[in-house]
Each structure stands twice: as structure tokens, then as C-alpha cells.
């Protein structure tokens, strides 16, 4: 048989650098349907050719590639489950599971960038909207023609947010809304923000802000180590006339925004073993082509110890997430569940980049390699969607019945 | 205007290639399958030809089993609109060119794609056999292609230069890049893949005359030897005595 492969391999030329490969030592794929797998091979190459042979370089400048928005739109990566009438996917949790693994294998601002849209933004405009609101928004967002912010955390108010002070007065033909919200992924590039806010009787509301209204702002946070290209920013809110109708009619209480983020919270956890993945890939070739003492470094004990761990905590967590899409197309996925799959999947991806990185020995601290860029990454996503801690009390309060938070 | 891709279904490039049944069968075991690179390139210009010319329509076919079938859904989520899969073992050129042409036939289409070569027999006759089967024009490798009305500007890579033709509809191409940038399928498209058509049809019986006997893997590649660029005496000694091919 003649062996052609390397002319097929300079055909696809920008697939050449990120020779990325899942590992799946459980065979998982056979879970799969023929339709998962090419979701994800379409999602791999959507980042190999868009994201890959530019992360580096976005991150190191700190810069956040807008024309990613569209690009996301156009692949299908906003709001994979939300039904097709509205412009989403209309795919099940395995679907959104997949997409979100390979987008942050890629990079986990860019994950954010989607999980934000789809989870946040786009889950409780189709939740907690009215027919109008979803009509208006969902398909533009879908489609990436307008970018999407969620805004819950206040400067004062991060792991509780039920102490939150950004609050709204039903002025008669409107609601005036004043405060500030914190740490708010996408803000700066926004053009609708689904913020959080108590009305006159204390009771959580979302609602629809939209860019150009009179004494609402958007402050990009600078000096970032991690998810250097995503955008953060502030929502700040001076007296904004907010039209009634931009009010979420669904639902209302602390619980609202809590069912967005377990929504998140489940991409998070497919999208943190896959920037697992990445790091392992990198460092089992790393291992295999790096020589010291005569000897690939792969041939040392200690070398295969961290390799053989890596790949013993991927394989838990991979099985972990799939059993929880499961539950979720069930409908019986619980916040609960979620917490724990969220936590172990950041803790394990952060454990697995540290080791990675020691595996590539200098050139892991490089931007040769992505492996410092998924590690300083992996630090906000721990701490966001829910500390690593407060994922704790909330199994705790599940286990006991007692609730520890305060 | 009807357009009729042909898909192959091989194995990925970076697949490890191993033989079964004393080395006369190909071992697709833990073997990913994707469309050949080169029908992807065809299949692109496909679609963007469709997406240019209203009233188009693209019907994506392949040769194969059943296990081809996530093949060919994926040429329909990537935006053919309708594909005939012709059940039999694509065991050869001659007899694969055959099954083409009868669809062809059948189906009337105007302008037939498929890659310049499939990349695992790499035989990349099948446009050529099938344009004489059918009594149209056959060109490859075609890297650029222009409809306008009934004709065809082609642009074809020849040995040191390239040349520009043009071909009256109906006609068979095989392409290659830089005819079109492959496509990545949608979410959206893979879900409308799900209900678009794909018929199974029986093969024609073909007396091909070919019969496999043997497969071989060549030789690993060897070591590579630095000589310095002014030591051309050791060089041709090398050549003559070493690699032997002087
Ligand atoms: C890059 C980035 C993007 C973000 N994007 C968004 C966004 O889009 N929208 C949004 O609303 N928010 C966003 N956040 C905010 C994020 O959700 C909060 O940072 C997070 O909830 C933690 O809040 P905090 O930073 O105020 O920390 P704190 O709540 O002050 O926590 C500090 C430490 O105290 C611990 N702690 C707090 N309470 C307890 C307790 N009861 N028991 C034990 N330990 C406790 C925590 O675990 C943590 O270790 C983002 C954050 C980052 C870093």
C-alpha cells in the first residue's frame, strides 16, 4: 500500500502544529453515538483551525479575538441544547458535554466565552423568558451577532451572592436599576446582559440590560494571569431606565440564577478534563521525544508514575461526566451531582497541568507549549461557577442536611 | 444543476497500518475513518457552488459497507443535500468506477466531483474511467473551478506549470486544494443530517479482473546521515556503496 499520509497531512496544513488526540482508555466512545463522535471530531477541528494556531498569541497579549463570536455562532458552539425554533442546537447533554471539552482543550477563556452565552445568558432568556424575550434575543445570541454577559458576583458579594446590593425600583412605566456587578466574563464586548438584581421587597430578579442604555457601563478588568483571552469586566449600573418588559417573567428568588449555573457548571466540568487532556497529550509526547541520560524521559519510573496517574484521573472523570449527561438527558441530573463533577474535574485538570508541566521540564513554563496557559487558566475556573470549597459545603449540606456556609 | 460527489471512507492519516488474513486483508481494527482529504476539497467546491447557484442540488455517493455510513452523514452535515451509498466492498478502481457510472447514468447529473485520489489505494484513476464509461470529459488534478452557463474554466496542475482549460458541462473532475476550503460541519447541519436521505442501492455485477494477493508494509524509514555540504566524494560513495541507487 503505498503511503500517502504525508501528502494528505501538508493538504491540511493548519492542522499540522496541534496534533491533539483524546485519550479514551475505558473505550467511552462506545458510549458515544455516531453523532457525538462528530460533533466532537467537528468541534476538534473547528478549534484546531481556529483557535490553536492563534491561542498563544491572543493570551500572551491579552487579547480577546472578537471575531471568535461569530465563528462560535456559525459551528453551533452557543446554546447546543436550547431547541432549534430558537436558533440553538437542539442537541442533548452529552452533545453540550463534548463541545464544551473541546473548546477548552483548546483554551478555557474561550470555553468561557461560550459557556457564558450559552449557559448563562442564553439558558435563562429561554428559562425564565417570555415568548417576546426569546424571539428577541436567543437567535442573535445563537448566531453570535450579539455577545452575551451574565452579571451575579458583586465587588462585596462573590460566594454569597443572595447578600447582594445591586437592586431596582418599579418607577411605573419602567424599573430604575442601580449598583455594580464584578468579574463578569464578556461584559466589556456585550451587547445584552442578563443581570441579577433585588426589587423594593428583597426578592431576586433578572433582567435584560441592554448596551446604549442611558447610565449603564462595562470597565474592563485589567492585569489578569488567567483566561488572559477572555474579556472581564464590570457591569456598572447609575440609574438605568430599564423598559419592563426587559424583566425575566419565569422566575424569581436565588434559585434562579443557581439553575444557570449548574447548567455552566456541568460544561465546566466536560471542559476542564479536556484542558486535562490537552496537557496529558502534550506531555506523553513530550516524554516520548525528549532526551536525557540516552533514554527517552518516558523510560524513567517517575516520568511514567505522573503519566499513569494523569491518565488514571482522566479516565475517572471522563466516566464521572458522561454518566452525569446521562442523568442530565434525563432529566434527573442534580445540582449536587453537578458540584461534584465540576470540582473534581477543575481539581484533577489543575493537578494533571502541574505535573505536565514538570514533565516538560523548562520548556513547560514556554509558550512553545500550552501547558502554563491551561494551569494559570484552571485557576479561575476553580474558583469560579463555585470555589473549589464552597463545592465542599454544598455536598456537605447534601450528606449531613446541615448547611455549613455561615 | 444537479452535482454528484463521490466521498471515499479511509482511514485517518495518522492511522498505523497492519494486514489480517496472512497479509491479503487490510485490519481496519482500532482504525478511524474519515472522507478522503482530497473528496473533502471536492465536496467543499460542491457546496459552494450550491450555495452560489440557486436551484443546485449536491447528492454525495459512496462505494461501501455499512460501517461507511458515518462517512457519508457526515458529507450530508456538511451540506450535500441527499446520498446513495452502493452496498459492496470497494475492491478496486475498475469496479468502484463501475457502480459510479451507473449512478451517474441514472441520476443525470451534470457535473461529477470526487478527490484527484483516494489515500489509501492512492490508484486515482476512478474519475478517468468513469468519464470514459460515461463518453464526457475527465479532468485531474483540478485546483480551480469557475461555472459560468454550460462551461467550465479549469485551472489543472501539470508537470512545471499549470494548465487553463475549458470544458462544456457534463463532465467528470478530480480535485485537489486549492479548489476550495474544506468544510467543518455545524451543529445545525448535523442535526438536519439526521433526516436527509440516504439510499442504499445493490451493486451491478462487474467482472473487474483484479484480485488481490498480497499486501506488504515498506521498509521503515532508516537513519538519517549528515555530510557536510563540500563532501561530495563521500556523498557519491554513500549513494553508490550504501543506499546502492547510483
Ligand atoms: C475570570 C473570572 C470570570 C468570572 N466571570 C463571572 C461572570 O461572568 N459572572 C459572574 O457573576 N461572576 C463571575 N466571576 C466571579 C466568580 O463567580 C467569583 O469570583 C466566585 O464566586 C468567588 O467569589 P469571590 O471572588 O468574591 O471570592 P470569595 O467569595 O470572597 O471567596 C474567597 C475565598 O473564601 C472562601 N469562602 C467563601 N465563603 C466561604 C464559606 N462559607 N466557607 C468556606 N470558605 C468560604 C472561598 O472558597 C474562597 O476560597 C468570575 C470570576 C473570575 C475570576
Not at chain 1, 436558533?87 to 473541546?102: A, F, N, P, V
Not at chain 2, 473533502?40 to 459497507?65: C, F, H, M, Q, W
Request: net charge neutral; aromatic share 8%; charged share 25%.
Amino acid at each position: 500500500m503505498p503511503n500517502h499520509n504525508g501528502s494528505a497531512e501538508t493538504v491540511k496544513k493548519s492542522m499540522k502544529q496541534d496534533r491533539f488526540e483524546h485519550p479514551d482508555f475505558y473505550a467511552i466512545d462506545d458510549l458515544l453515538t455516531e453523532e457525538h463522535k462528530l460533533i466532537r471530531s467537528s468541534i476538534r477541528d473547528f478549534v484546531k483551525r481556529e483557535i490553536s494556531p492563534n491561542i498563544e498569541d491572543w493570551a500572551q497579549r491579552a487579547h480577546f479575538p472578537f471575531e471568535i463570536v461569530k465563528k462560535f455562532g456559525d459551528i453551533g458552539a452557543f446554546g447546543p441544547t436550547i431547541p432549534t425554533e430558537y436558533g440553538g442546537g437542539g442537541l442533548d447533554y452529552i452533545s453540550y458535554g463534548l463541545i464544551m471539552q473541546e473548546i477548552e482543550r483548546g483554551d478555557s477563556g474561550m470555553r468561557s466565552t461560550a459557556s457564558v452565552q450559552g449557559s448563562l445568558v442564553m439558558y435563562p432568556i429561554y428559562k425564565f423568558g417570555s415568548e417576546e424575550q426569546r424571539k428577541k434575543y436567543l437567535p442573535k445570541l445563537a448566531s453570535g451577532e450579539w455577545l452575551g454577559c451574565f452579571g451575579l458576583t458583586e465587588p462585596d458579594h462573590g460566594s454569597n451572592p443572595g447578600g447582594m446590593v445591586t437592586n431596582f425600583k418599579d418607577m411605573g412605566d419602567h424599573y430604575l436599576l442601580n449598583g455594580a456587578k464584578m468579574w463578569i466574563s464578556n461584559s466589556p464586548k456585550a451587547q445584552v446582559a442578563v443581570v441579577w438584581a433585588k426589587h423594593e421587597q428583597g426578592r431576586i430578579h433578572g433582567l435584560i440590560v441592554e448596551r446604549g442604555m442611558a447610565g449603564f457601563s462595562t470597565p474592563e478588568t485589567h492585569g489578569k494571569w488567567s483566561l488572559r483571552a477572555s474579556t472581564t469586566g464590570e457591569l456598572v449600573f447609575d440609574n438605568v431606565k430599564v423598559p419592563k418588559e426587559n424583566l425575566l417573567p419565569g422566575k424569581n428568588g436565588l434559585g434562579a440564577p443557581l439553575m444557570c449555573l449548574d447548567s455552566a457548571r456541568y460544561g465546566i466540568a466536560w471542559g476542564a478534563i479536556g484542558a486535562a487532556m490537552d496537557c496529558y497529550d502534550s506531555a506523553r509526547r513530550y516524554a516520548m521525544e525528549r532526551i536525557q541520560f540516552d533514554k527517552p524521559i518516558g523510560s524513567f519510573q517517575l516520568v511514567q508514575k505522573k503519566l499513569a496517574e494523569m491518565l488514571t484521573e482522566i479516565t475517572k472523570a471522563q466516566l464521572v461526566n458522561w454518566r452525569l449527561g446521562v442523568l442530565m438527558n434525563e432529566g434527573k441530573g442534580t445540582t449536587q451531582q453537578i458540584s461534584m463533577a465540576k470540582r473534581n474535574s477543575v481539581q484533577v485538570a489543575l493537578e494533571i497541568a502541574r505535573e505536565a508541566r514538570q514533565i516538560h521540564g523548562g520548556m513547560g513554563i514556554t509558550g512553545e507549549y500550552p501547558i502554563m496557559r491551561h494551569m494559570m487558566n484552571l485557576e479561575s475556573v476553580v474558583t469560579y461557577e463555585g470555589t473549589h470549597d464552597i463545592h465542599l459545603l454544598i455536598l456537605g449540606n447534601h450528606i449531613t442536611g446541615i448547611p455549613a456556609f455561615i | 444543476m444537479k452535482i454528484l460527489v463521490c466521498i471515499t471512507h479511509v482511514p485517518d492519516t495518522t492511522s498505523k497500518i497492519n494486514f489480517k488474513d496472512n497479509n491479503t486483508k487490510f485490519d481496519p481494527t482500532g482504525v478511524q475513518f474519515i472522507i478522503g482529504p482530497y473528496d473533502d476539497y471536492a465536496l467543499a467546491r460542491a457546496i459552494e457552488i450550491k450555495e452560489s447557484t440557486p436551484g443546485t442540488t449536491v447528492t454525495v455517493l459512496n462505494v461501501g459497507l455499512a460501517e461507511t455510513e458515518p462517512t457519508i452523514r457526515k458529507a450530508l452535515a456538511i451540506g450535500a443535500d441527499d446520498a446513495i451509498r452502493v452496498n459492496a466492498d470497494p475492491t478496486d478502481s475498475f469496479f468502484v468506477a463501475s457502480q459510479i457510472a451507473e449512478q451517474a447514468k441514472a441520476g443525470g447529473y451534470e457535473l461529477i466531483l470526487m478527490g484527484r485520489e483516494s489515500i489509501d489505494y492512492n490508484s486515482g484513476v476512478v474519475h478517468s474511467i468513469v468519464g470514459e464509461m460515461l463518453g464526457i470529459p475527465s479532468v485531474s488534478p483540478v485546483m480551480k473551478l469557475e461555472l459560468s452557463g454550460n462551461t467550465a474554466k479549469l485551472a489543472r496542475e501539470i508537470e512545471g506549470g499549470k494548465e487553463y482549460l475549458e470544458v462544456s458541462l457534463p463532465f467528470v473532475a478530480g480535485c485537489q486544494e486549492p479548489i476550495a476550503e474544506w468544510k467543518i460541519p455545524n451543529m445545525r447541519g448535523i442535526m438536519s443530517a439526521r433526516t436527509k436521505p440516504l439510499k442504499v442501492v445493490e451493486p451491478k455485477s462487474v467482472n473487474s479482473g483484479v484480485a488481490t494477493q498480497k499486501y506488504e508494509l515498506p521498509k521503515p524509514k532508516g537513519s538519517v546521515k549528515m555530510i557536510s555540504a563540500d563532501n561530495v566524494k563521500e556523498l557519491v560513495n554513500l549513494l553508490k556503496n550504501e543506499a546502492k541507487v547510483l
